[in-house]
């Protein structure tokens, strides 16, 4: 079956402008996670979805991030007022929920700010 | 504060020989380890798991090895081929669902 998909795979904007970046998580996941990887570094946690409430919201680096799941399936990951160090690959993954369930990583969206 | 530390940036190994990626961690509450394989311009690719109540887990040329008293995992793939050449990511969980990874060490399988 599809895996998680993202949308845009590349996307430049200049510093100070809003992005929203899509993610479709595998059918039937209900769990579903973000991810921020800088150059360099592992990836590391942003936000968890249960369903379509947010589970955990610790790893937001600041107000200016927000992330929805209105329906519980498509995520959309929000940045406002954009920073050259918001810069960065976006992952999401999806998981069946479960501590002990796997979580499965999209190819990720690839975030330049100019 | 790291709490997933892969000390090896990378490792080079030849084909049919036996690869030994390490990770150390300083998080007790951390009780499932995941190790997962990432080609450029990829997202991660899971590989293997094993969770605090084992000390080993095997799945064909993968074998995942988890020393609790040292905070000690590693993962060896035996044996290597060239397309295992990838970075590969450990990852932690414990007390909630979030993945804490660390740094990635990159194998280069030389034919």
């Known amino acids: 079956g599809a895996g998680v998909s993202q949308t845009p795979s590349n996307k430049v904007t200049e510093k100070g402008k809003y992005v929203e970046l899509r993610c479709d998580p595998i059918s039937g996941h209900t769990a579903l996670y973000w991810y921020r990887q800088s150059l360099g570094q592992g990836p590391e946690f942003l936000i968890y979805?249960?369903?379509?409430?947010?589970?955990?919201d610790s790893g937001l680096p600041n107000d200016r991030f927000f992330a929805v799941r209105p329906e519980g399936s498509v995520s959309t990951l929000k940045i406002q007022r954009t920073e050259r160090g918001d810069s960065a690959v976006y992952l999401c993954?999806?998981?069946?929920?479960?501590?002990?369930?796997?979580?499965?990583f999209g190819p990720g969206t690839r975030l330049l700010v100019l | 504060d790291q709490q997933v530390k892969q000390n090896s940036p990378s490792l080079s190994v030849q084909e049919g020989r036996i690869s030994i990626l390490n990770c150390d961690y300083t998080n007790s509450m951390f009780d499932y380890f995941l190790w997962y394989k990432k080609y450029p311009a990829e997202g991660p690719t899971f590989l293997i798991s094993?969770?605090?109540?084992?000390d080993k887990n095997e799945d064909g040329r993968f074998t995942v090895f988890l020393n609790k008293s040292a905070k000690h995992l590693s993962l060896h793939i035996v044996p290597s081929q060239p397309g295992d050449s990838a970075v590969y990511f450990c990852a932690a969980r414990g007390g909630s669902e979030k993945l804490v990874f660390g740094k990635g060490t990159k194998l280069t399988v030389n034919p």
């Open positions: 993954a999806s998981s069946s929920g479960g501590r002990s369930e796997t979580q499965y």
């Open positions: 979805f249960q369903g379509t409430g947010a589970a955990d």
């Open positions: 094993i969770s605090s109540i084992k």
